[in-house]
């Protein structure tokens, strides 16, 4: 098991230092979906994802999936498949996990709010690509492609966001 913290703008780990965003509105003990913030505590990483079409599988210490054109995740409070992997086309409010921007080319899902789902208490939290900016997120901790691919590589298996 390797942890890695997140803390004012840097992930740290296994003796590497990175780089990283949060949320738009930081990092909160109270989080609730569609607030913008990072939920802070620990976070299990789940199971990582990935674009098969722009890059190789990541070598990690979870199980890794692609990433097909008909996934998908929802984000409804109201439905019975919140903060759960959905099937497109669907009904419900989710996001579109197949993107034309390369943030979600490697996503790590983070077990916020997942056993048990709590509806509102926030859905799809994810370690994934920064944009080239380094603009916030809406919720995720997000560093460099090759930083991701690095931490991945080294055995992370948690991330701790400080707050």
């Known amino acids: ?13 296994a003796g590497l230092t990175f780089r990283a965003v949060c949320g738009r ?6 989080k609730h979906e569609g607030d913008g913030a990072t939920p802070a505590g620990r976070h299990a990483l789940r199971r990582v994802l990935y674009r098969a079409d ?11 999936e692609p ?20 099937r497109l086309p669907a009904t419900m409010h989710h996001e579109r996990l197949h993107r034309e921007d390369n943030i979600y ?15 509102g208490r926030g859905s799809a939290i994810f370690v994934h690509v920064a944009r080239a900016d380094f603009a916030p ?7 460099a492609l090759p930083e991701l691919l690095a931490c991945l590589e080294v055995g992370l298996t948690e991330i701790f966001v400080e707050g």
Request: glycine share 12%; hydrophobic share 45%; net charge negative.
């Open 1 to 13: 098991m390797v942890e890695f913290t997140y803390h004012a703008g840097t992930l740290q780990g």
């Open 25 to 30: 509105r930081g990092v909160t003990r109270a």
């Open 54 to 64: 722009r890059l190789a599988a990541p070598r990690c210490a979870v199980p890794v």
């Open 67 to 86: 990433i097909g054109l008909a996934d998908g995740w929802c984000d409804d409070p109201a439905d019975t498949a919140y903060n759960r992997p959905i």
């Open 105 to 119: 080319d490697v996503i790590g899902v983070l077990g916020w709010n997942m056993d048990p789902v709590v509806p």
């Open 137 to 143: 997120t809406d919720g995720c901790v997000a560093l």
